[in-house]
């Protein structure tokens, strides 16, 4: 029962270096989402996912760039990073829309 | 814009002690209400909620939802130190394209002493 997977668990990266956070799940499950959390601020949603190709932004896109080509993954890549984006990030799917999320163990990225 | 507000943002208290965490908002498009605990990695879940008035209870934990008031609390009894983590409460938004997303209040960090 692997559920929802992410990867890497940690990762530093320098200014202006693209990074990929990786997330997979077993379930099959339709919808998927990224959330970025910071002390103050809960969890923010940046992008999600309907199905395989549709994706939509979420309250702090800028900056993040999502693919789904396979129901199953859901990579998100910061393009260009800024220390700004120095946060935990949170991947998460459901079945259903009415369905709670369930969330994978999160990647801590610190941006040097 | 839509909120979620968390209260008390951080909380100890002892074992034995029941304690009470707020959650108020103001989002468009309403569908439920949804309890999570994050400990040291991922949220779990622990309750959604839809209807006004009608409790959902699990061990020690229960919770309600006034969509008149637009607010929930979830009560703990008896704490235990393993009740110690944050506790996140996120309205999940309904219609068009919004595909069930959530929005988060700031979460609550409970303390509990031995």
């Known amino acids: 029962d692997a559920g929802i997977t992410q990867s890497p668990r940690y990762k530093i990266t320098e200014t202006g270096r693209q990074v990929t956070l990786m997330c997979h799940q077993t379930?099959?499950?339709?919808?998927m989402f990224w959330y970025r959390q910071d002390l103050g601020h809960g969890l923010r949603l940046i992008y999600y996912?309907?199905?395989?190709?549709?994706?939509d932004k979420g309250e702090v896109p800028d900056g993040y760039v999502v693919s789904r080509s396979k129901t199953e993954n859901f990579p998100l890549t910061l393009e260009s990073a800024t220390r700004s984006q120095t946060s935990v990030y949170f991947c998460a799917s459901s079945e259903r829309t009415n369905q709670p999320q369930h969330f994978g163990d999160g990647t801590r990225l610190s941006i040097l | 814009e839509d909120k979620v507000v968390q209260s008390p943002l951080s909380l100890v208290v002892h074992e034995g002690d029941t304690v009470t965490l707020n959650c108020s908002y103001e989002?468009?498009?309403?569908?439920?209400l949804l309890w999570y605990k994050q400990e040291k990695k991922a949220p779990t879940f622990l309750f959604m909620l839809?209807?006004?008035?009608i409790e959902k209870k699990s061990g020690r934990l229960s919770s309600i939802l006034d969509k008149k008031e637009l607010f929930s609390i979830l009560n703990i009894t008896a704490t235990q130190t393993g009740d110690s983590a944050i506790y996140l409460c996120a309205v999940r938004h309904a219609g068009g394209t919004s595909y069930g997303k959530l929005t988060f209040g700031q979460g609550t960090i409970l303390t509990v002493h031995p």
């Open positions: 379930w099959s499950h339709s919808y």
């Open positions: 989002v468009t498009n309403f569908r439920s």
């Open positions: 839809t209807s006004s008035g």
């Open positions: 996912s309907a199905a395989a190709d549709i994706t």
